[in-house]
Every structure is written in C-alpha cells, then in structure tokens.
T-cell receptor
C-alpha cells in the first residue's frame, strides 16, 4: 500500500541552525501539507501546498519557514533559524484532492529537537 | 475558531470491553475525521463522517455525529491491547480548509 515517507526520523540541531525536513508524498497525490505536534499538545496545521505554491498557511508558518517541491517526488520544510520552541514532531501529509472528503495520508513524522 | 476537544483525556479499560471517546467542536463543519496515533508514531486515518451523516461503521469502529450538539463519538468494540493509542478527532469546516485537531484521548487497553 502506498505511504508517505519522511526523513530523518529524528533530527537534533543547535538553536539558530537551519534544518530541512524531507517528505515523499504518495506518488499520485497533488496536495501536500505540513503539521506539527509539540509534545503533549495538539496537532497543528502549518501549511498546504499545491501546484508549486502555498495554498494556505497558519499563523505559525512565519518567515522562518519555507516549503519547496524541488523535484517530482520530494516535498521539504525548511526552518531557517531554529528556536527552542520549534522542537516538535513534524508530520507531512498528502491527499489526492483538496476536497473536504479527500483523506489526508500522514507520514510517520520527524522528531525535531532544538538544543 | 472551530476546535475539536476530546473527552476523556485518558481512558483505561480491560481487553474485550468497549471504549467510547467523545469529541466536541464549536463551528459548523463539512466533515469530521478520527485518527489514531501510536506512541511516537504518525497519524493513521480511521474514519471520516460527513456532516449529513449520523453514523458510520468500519470493522470494530462506530462513529456517530450529532451536528445539533456539535459532537461526535468513537466507539471501539471488543477492544484489544493493540488498540492502545491516542485517538484524535479532526474537523474540516469546508472543502479546502485544513484539518483542525483536538488534543486527543489516550486509550490504554489492559490485557
């Protein structure tokens, strides 16, 4: 069964460093998302992406964040200068369509630890 | 803003018993979805119920939706130890809006 994959599974970085989290969405999906979950808290939406541009973004997704689809398979989330509060689990998701009834398939997540 | 809130926050039951988790939200929705998350792992989609549906079944899962009360419930029948996980409801208030998750219910099924 096709699945969303994410690398790395765990990333440790120093405050102020740049990190890139990688995702490979399901191959025939056109819509991509990033969510994050701070330990013990809710899963929060960050950004959605379609046709090589951001469709929607939350207040969390400030200028420190960017997304890119550098080739036909990868979808990346970059944090330019990490802060302690960026420590969280980051989930990538993809869906076939943007329709409300279209299921979003989530990857296993990347645990980001900022020291 | 709409918000899914699950209760209870934690639930511990014996294997074979039924588990019921509830979710409340604040604004009108297009659909409501339930997800499972095993400890430290990704989110697994369980079931989606549309705003014009009242009940849906999938295997041992039964989801109800009461739009007048802005609430949903997830029932897991004949629970197994493998059902131990956190369960989240997530709402969508129109076709292309992002999912809004609740804080989840942590279910422990004791063998």
């Amino acid at each position: 069964e096709p699945e969303v994959t994410q690398t790395p599974s765990h990333q440790v970085t120093q405050m102020g460093q740049e990190v890139i989290l990688r995702c490979v969405p399901i191959s025939n999906h056109l819509y991509f998302y990033w969510y994050r979950q701070i330990l013990g808290q809710k899963v929060e939406f960050l950004v959605s992406f379609y046709n090589n541009e951001i469709s929607e973004k939350s207040e969390i997704f400030d200028d420190q964040f960017s997304v890119e689809r550098p080739d036909g398979s990868n979808f990346t989330l970059k944090i330019r200068s990490t802060k302690l509060e960026d420590s969280a689990m980051y989930f990538c998701a993809s869906s076939e369509s943007l329709a409300g009834y279209s299921e979003q398939f989530f990857g296993p997540g990347t645990r980001l630890t900022v020291l | 803003s709409q918000q899914g809130e699950e209760d209870p926050q934690a639930l511990s039951i014996q294997e074979g018993e039924n588990a019921t988790m509830n979710c409340s939200y604040k604004t009108s929705i297009n659909n409501l979805q339930w997800y499972r998350q095993n400890s430290g792992r990704g989110l697994v989609h369980l079931i989606l119920i549309r705003s014009n549906e009242r009940e849906k079944h999938s295997g041992r899962l039964r989801v109800t939706l009461d739009t007048s009360k802005k609430s949903s419930s997830l029932l897991i029948t004949a629970s197994r130890a493998a059902d131990t996980a956190s369960y989240f409801c997530a709402t969508r208030n129109s076709g292309n809006t992002p999912l809004v998750f609740g804080k989840g219910t942590r279910l422990s099924v004791i063998a």
